[in-house]
């Protein structure tokens, strides 16, 4: 078995095929996002991969994404592996050799490590334990598009069913606008929600890349919500194999009373339908029993609760201490206005 690293090893076309036809394999997976990273400010990524007798038999991910520039970004340097590594047949003693080979790579260059699983790992788990990380309770919700509109439509709570109602009386529209100008509007939106909810954004070039980079499968949509041909909201999703990735989202607050935020995911869900696609990854909704405002909202669209959780290792405690407290700093002082 041959461990690789980097793409000047990695045959492009088996790394292709090799996550497309794995059953887990998602889009974080694909050398396209792997270009985005290579080309987005304060991101680098990490690309292990495990051949045999000239065969992918393991592919691991990640990016290492600093908060902030200069010297100040050693101490807010995480690695994210979305969708964990993959292997052949799940086999654990390669996940194992995946993950030992990369805990000697990142340690170096991440305080840091998140594991965001996307399906469920629970064979993996107690590899995961004895390469040094721990198990996190995580929530994502999914929504089965593989049925009939109307049962899609009764899944909706009546509420939501309303507002979408509402929306439609006041004449929101909703349009695909993936230009540079509907990524400019959308984005300006986005920034106005981090900022209110004092998180990062990536920078603007990282959705720039991703359209440059993702054609047909992977793709990209900007779905957007217009009133009076002005754009009040916006959903921008990633679309691999049959599913869409709800990404990023944002409205603006001035125009919360048009449900934006309840019309367009269910106009996405009807295009998706239309397209062939038969999941929706509404993401992230936080930990279980602890309240969360964000998996309440998803929760309206009648999704399914899955718990994959995540797993995380921390490389360097000592910066992790100073990091937290830093980011604190950081955020009284990046969203004082």
């Given at each position: 078995?041959?461990?690789?690293?980097?793409?000047?090893?990695?045959?492009?076309?088996?790394?292709?095929?090799?996550?497309?036809?794995?059953?887990?394999?998602?889009?974080?997976?694909?050398?396209?996002?792997?270009?985005?990273?290579?080309?987005?400010?304060?991101?680098?990524?990490?690309?292990?991969?495990?051949?045999?007798?000239?065969?992918?038999?393991?592919?691991?991910?990640?990016?290492?994404?600093?908060?902030?520039?200069?010297?100040?970004?050693?101490?807010?340097?995480?690695?994210?592996?979305?969708?964990?590594p993959l292997v052949e047949n799940n086999d654990n003693e390669l996940c194992g050799l995946l993950l030992?080979?990369?805990?000697?790579?990142?340690?170096?260059?991440?305080?840091?490590?998140?594991?965001?699983?996307?399906?469920?790992?629970?064979?993996?788990?107690?590899?995961?334990?004895?390469?040094?990380?721990?198990?996190?309770?995580?929530?994502?919700?999914?929504?089965?598009?593989?049925?009939?509109?109307?049962?899609?439509?009764?899944?909706?709570?009546?509420?939501?069913?309303?507002?979408?109602?509402?929306?439609?009386?006041?004449?929101?529209?909703?349009?695909?606008?993936?230009?540079?100008?509907?990524?400019?509007?959308?984005?300006?939106?986005?920034?106005?929600?981090?900022?209110?909810?004092?998180?990062?954004?990536?920078?603007?070039?990282?959705?720039?890349?991703?359209?440059?980079?993702?054609?047909?499968?992977?793709?990209?949509?900007?779905?957007?919500?217009?009133?009076?041909?002005?754009?009040?909201?916006?959903r921008i999703a990633l679309l691999y194999k049959s599913v869409v990735y709800d990404f990023f989202a944002?409205?603006?607050?001035?125009?919360?009373?048009?449900?934006?935020?309840?019309?367009?995911?269910?106009?996405?869900?009807?295009?998706?339908?239309?397209?062939?696609?038969?999941?929706?990854?509404?993401?992230?909704?936080?930990?279980?029993?602890?309240?969360?405002?964000?998996?309440?909202?998803?929760?309206?669209?009648?999704?399914?609760?899955?718990?994959?959780?995540?797993?995380?290792?921390?490389?360097?405690?000592?910066?992790?201490?100073?990091?937290?407290?830093?980011?604190?700093?950081?955020?009284?002082?990046?969203?004082?206005?």
């Amino acid at each position: 078995m041959n461990i690789l690293e980097g793409t000047n090893e990695i045959n492009e076309q088996l790394w292709e095929r090799f996550i497309y036809e794995h059953p887990n394999g998602n889009v974080f997976h694909t050398p396209q996002m792997f270009q985005v990273y290579e080309n987005t400010r304060r991101y680098k990524p990490i690309i292990l991969a495990l051949e045999k007798e000239g065969k992918i038999k393991g592919i691991l991910v990640a990016v290492i994404e600093k908060v902030l520039n200069g010297i100040l970004g050693e101490y807010s340097a995480r690695s994210i592996i979305r969708g964990g590594p993959l292997v052949e047949n799940n086999d654990n003693e390669l996940c194992g050799l995946l993950l030992g080979n990369y805990n000697e790579l990142v340690k170096k260059h991440a305080i840091l490590s998140q594991v965001r699983n996307f399906h469920d790992t629970l064979n993996y788990e107690f590899i995961f334990k004895e390469n040094g990380f721990y198990f996190l309770d995580h929530l994502n919700i999914f929504i089965n598009l593989d049925v009939s509109k109307d049962k899609l439509w009764e899944s909706l709570q009546s509420k939501s069913r309303n507002k979408i109602r509402k929306a439609r009386k006041l004449n929101v529209e909703v349009e695909i606008d993936t230009t540079n100008e509907g990524l400019a509007e959308s984005y300006n939106i986005l920034k106005e929600v981090y900022h209110k909810a004092k998180l990062p954004l990536p920078d603007i070039s990282f959705f720039q890349n991703i359209i440059s980079h993702f054609s047909k499968n992977p793709a990209i949509k900007i779905f957007v919500a217009k009133f009076n041909n002005e754009i009040i909201a916006c959903r921008i999703a990633l679309l691999y194999k049959s599913v869409v990735y709800d990404f990023f989202a944002g409205a603006k607050s001035k125009h919360k009373n048009k449900c934006p935020n309840d019309l367009l995911p269910w106009e996405i869900f009807m295009w998706a339908k239309d397209n062939g696609y038969t999941l929706f990854d509404f993401g992230g909704a936080g930990s279980p029993n602890v309240p969360y405002g964000v998996r309440d909202y998803k929760m309206k669209f009648g999704g399914k609760l899955v718990r994959y959780g995540r797993y995380e290792k921390i490389h360097k405690p000592t910066l992790f201490s100073i990091a937290k407290r830093a980011f604190l700093i950081w955020q009284k002082l990046r969203f004082t206005s």
